[in-house]
């Protein structure tokens, strides 16, 4: 049987050895409650998502910079992991194709909403631990937030004016 998910796998940098979390993932509560073929949605490993992608996040900051002080590690992992920043990566990836959807919203364009996008990008993170550990999340993290780490560290407070004072 032929996997649908094979490209964002690739996108993402981890292949799923048990499809349904992958599938749980990208399934969003208004899918849920119109259809009788989804009794789950991906609101519970967005949670699991959050806090393991935090963790991961964390302690490649605190290795990879041991000069920074508890704020300045707290401000990068911010930057990281808010949901602006997962959306932009939710969505270079092409998440939003992948996202079950019920019909209201997706004709209003939830494919391409920022909440949904960074909630279906953590649900998956979730998915990927429940899946493979702490290595799955460490994969998913190389590929997708390893780039933009330096970015954020330069990034000092531009948007955050009360931050800067």
């Not at 490649?60 to 997962?86: A, H, I």
């Not at 270079?92 to 960074?118: A, F, I, M, P």
Request: a positive charge.
């Amino acid at each position: 049987m032929r996997n649908p998910y094979r490209p964002l796998e690739k996108s993402i940098g981890y292949k799923f050895r048990r499809r349904r979390h992958l599938e749980t993932a990208l399934t969003h509560r208004s899918f849920r409650f119109e259809s009788e073929e989804s009794l789950f949605d991906n609101q519970r490993l967005e949670f699991l998502g959050d806090a393991a992608l935090g963790l991961v996040t964390a302690h490649r900051l605190f290795e990879q910079y041991p000069g920074f002080e508890e704020g300045d590690l707290t401000r990068v992992r911010s930057r990281l992991t808010n949901l602006k920043t997962l959306a932009v990566l939710a969505a270079r990836v092409d998440l939003g194709t992948y996202l079950k959807l019920g019909r209201g919203e997706h004709q209003s364009g939830g494919q391409q909403r920022t909440s949904n996008l960074g909630d279906a990008l953590e649900a998956v993170i979730g998915a990927a631990f429940l899946d493979g550990g702490l290595k799955a999340v460490e994969k998913i993290f190389k590929k997708l937030f390893a780039p933009e780490v330096e970015p954020a560290v330069n990034d000092r407070w531009t948007d955050n004016p009360k931050g800067a004072l």
